[in-house]
């Protein structure tokens, strides 16, 4: 004799949808913004030695939110410092400066900075709503003078289900992007560097 089927009804089979699919877990994003950055000659061939700094506590970004929001975390991953180092590189030869090392004798002398870097999901049970937010500084020299500034950027991203992980990728970085393009097209900094 068969045993009876159990046949679940349709409402305990969309609960038991949406909690496994409310299931979140923990991801690293790999930094690796790509700056828009216009070609132009303000640095006539002049030299940068560029150095990075992560400045954060921590490499945790937030949690990517749903059921299990507490354990499902993203985070930066890597050497955080060598992506930004790159990108910013990337982006000062598109300005026309050759990017030396940190320490070289160099016409100017820059170090860019990680401040801060958050992601927040919101929405309960099924995440409905990212933010992402990205704050960087920069301090250059030249001789005796010196130049420092700061530039935030804070992107809030309506979704219809919690992004994937390769969403979440292009988010924050985009948002990293975006901010240290604000660093780089800054007339202050477009008058001391010229």
Not at 40 to 46: K, L, M, T
Request: aromatic content about 6%; hydrophobic content about 45%; charged content about 25%.
């Amino acid at each position: 004799m068969k045993a009876p089927r159990t046949v679940l009804p349709p409402v305990a089979l969309l609960v038991a949808w949406l909690l496994t699919g409310c299931a979140l877990s923990p991801q690293t994003v790999p930094l690796q913004p790509v700056l828009a950055i216009d070609e132009s000659d303000i640095g006539q061939g002049r030299t940068v030695a560029l150095d990075a700094v992560d400045h954060r506590a921590d490499q945790t970004l937030g949690t990517r939110g749903g059921v299990y929001r507490d354990s499902a975390t993203i985070s930066t991953v890597d050497d955080v410092a060598a992506a930004l180092r790159r990108s910013m590189a990337d982006a000062l030869g598109a300005q026309g400066f050759r990017v030396l090392d940190a320490g070289a004798p160099a016409d100017f002398g820059m170090t860019v900075g990680l401040e801060a870097l958050s992601y927040r999901a919101y929405g309960d049970p099924v995440v409905r709503t990212v933010e992402i937010a990205a704050k960087v500084s920069n301090v250059i020299t030249r001789g005796d003078q010196r130049y420092a500034a700061s530039a935030g950027v804070s992107d809030t991203r309506n979704v219809l289900r919690a992004p994937a992980p390769e969403d979440n990728e292009a988010y924050v970085n985009d948002t990293l992007a975006r901010a240290l393009e604000k660093l780089l097209n800054d007339p202050r900094y477009l008058e001391f560097v010229r």
